[in-house]
């Protein structure tokens, strides 16, 4: 294979590789938006049937018991699939810039049409296809931040509802600092949690 044959084939992969990496980030999002959607459908028939409960003291602790815990546990996995997709999706993006780098290259009036890549790097320039900066307020926003935050409420009154059922309503006050306590601690956790995958995997070890 001559050197012409071999770049028309190199130009053909990568065009075939920037359609990959298109079709692989979509797929992120929808998988993002399907597992945001089941957690929420269980989380709100969930709170309807907590409703029904509520018309017998005896059953509702119970049912609580059983129910809140599911709901939570069904919320981390949620997180952690959803923190895992926009990672895919933020290296899929890093990829495409890559691709648009060398493109933008090809020609001097290339630039005009690609954009000029950022210096800070692929990781950058991905990050401003979704309209972001570097910053770790960035998850603060995402979607996986609010599985997590709507998760964090549910252990809270998880919390709450298993001490004022231990201690009597007296304890209503302090179950709820106690609550909001573990609600916070969660969500910091979460952002911890989503930093850390972030730097592993700008580090290259995603």
């Given amino acids: 294979m001559d050197q012409k044959a071999k770049e028309q084939a190199f130009m053909s992969a990568l065009v075939t590789e920037h359609f990959v990496q298109q079709s692989a980030a979509s797929a992120t999002i929808s998988e993002s938006s399907s597992r945001a959607s089941l957690y929420l459908l269980s989380l709100s028939s969930s709170l309807v049937a907590l409703g029904f409960a509520t018309q017998s003291k005896q059953a509702f602790p119970y049912f609580a018991a059983t129910i809140l815990p599911a709901i939570f546990i069904l919320g981390i996995f949620s997180f952690v699939r959803v923190t895992d997709t926009a990672m895919a999706n933020l290296n899929s993006l890093r990829a495409i810039a890559r691709i648009r780098r060398f493109y933008a290259g090809l020609v001097p009036e290339a630039p005009r049409f690609f954009g000029e890549h950022d210096a800070a790097g692929d990781t950058a320039t991905a990050l401003s296809f979704i309209g972001i900066t570097r910053s770790w307020a960035n998850a603060l926003f995402s979607m996986a931040s609010t599985l997590a935050a709507i998760n964090s409420l549910v252990a809270g009154v998880g919390v709450v509802i298993l001490l004022v059922m231990s201690f009597g309503p007296g304890a209503f006050g302090p179950a ?10 969660l969500m910091a956790a979460a952002i911890a949690y989503q930093l850390r995958r972030f730097r592993q995997m700008v580090a290259g070890r995603h």
């Fill in 176 to 185: 709820v600092a106690i609550g909001a306590v573990v609600v916070i601690g």
